[in-house]
T-cell receptor, first 114, second 114 residues
């Protein structure tokens, strides 16, 4: 099976812009979770989608949003970018959720906000 | 408030010796724990997990120990190999009927010297 893919791998934006990141889960996986990784905070949970519904949400401002399509592909959007949004954004998929099956992570999208 | 803590940012060991990575948690509702390994430029990969009904789980060179009363878990790698050099993340979840977000620690960099 192909692994989790994320596009783009690298992105440079300026403050105030918005950005959309894409994640294609492993075939057959219905759960997609998004995480933000920064050196100071480690991996922080953003949200999880399961069968097109947001099932869980972390403590991030409303500028961070996401959605999942019927083919389980997911996108996350960050509006009005701030310098502090510079991070590695990781997507992970699993067949049910993080608990019962280990999540499979993609390589991440490195976002730099100037 | 960091619910999952990896207090040591780094560890260096000699090849063939034991590596012990520690993790503490504060949320008594956590009932499932996982360890992930991350190489540079790659997403984290699942290593081993343990349910709160157990106090030990072993998989080859990797063993995870859980001490619920102390809210502490540890990952033992024996014998350590240079290929084990990576950042290790401890993660925990609290069951919510199938929808469980993972709470990660900040990670610990392990270096195994030949």
């Amino acid at each position: 099976k192909a692994g989790v893919t994320q596009t783009p791998r690298y992105l440079i934006k300026t403050r105030g812009q918005q950005v959309t990141l894409s994640c294609s889960p492993i075939s057959g996986h219905r759960s997609v979770s998004w995480y933000q990784q920064t050196p100071g905070q480690g991996l922080q949970f953003l949200f999880e989608y399961f069968s097109e519904t947001q099932r869980n949400k972390g403590n991030f401002p409303g500028r961070f949003s996401g959605r999942q399509f019927s083919n389980s592909r997911s996108e996350m959007n960050v509006s009005t970018l701030e310098l502090g949004d510079s991070a590695l954004y990781l997507c992970a998929s699993s067949s049910q959720g993080a608990r019962y099956n280990e999540q499979f992570f993609g390589p991440g999208t490195r976002l730099t906000v100037l | 408030d960091q619910q999952v803590k990896q207090n040591s940012p780094s560890l260096s060991v000699q090849e063939g010796r034991i590596s012990i990575l520690n993790c503490d948690y504060t949320n008594s509702m956590f009932d499932y724990f996982l360890w992930y390994k991350k190489y540079p430029a790659e997403g984290p990969t699942f290593l081993i997990s343990i349910s709160s009904i157990k106090d030990k789980n072993e998989d080859g060179r990797f063993t995870v120990f859980l001490n619920k009363s102390a809210k502490h878990l540890s990952l033992h790698i024996v014998p350590s190999q240079p290929g084990d050099s990576a950042v290790y993340f401890c993660a925990a979840s609290a069951g919510q009927g199938g929808s469980e977000k993972l709470v990660f620690g900040k990670g610990m960099k392990l270096t195994v010297n030949p």
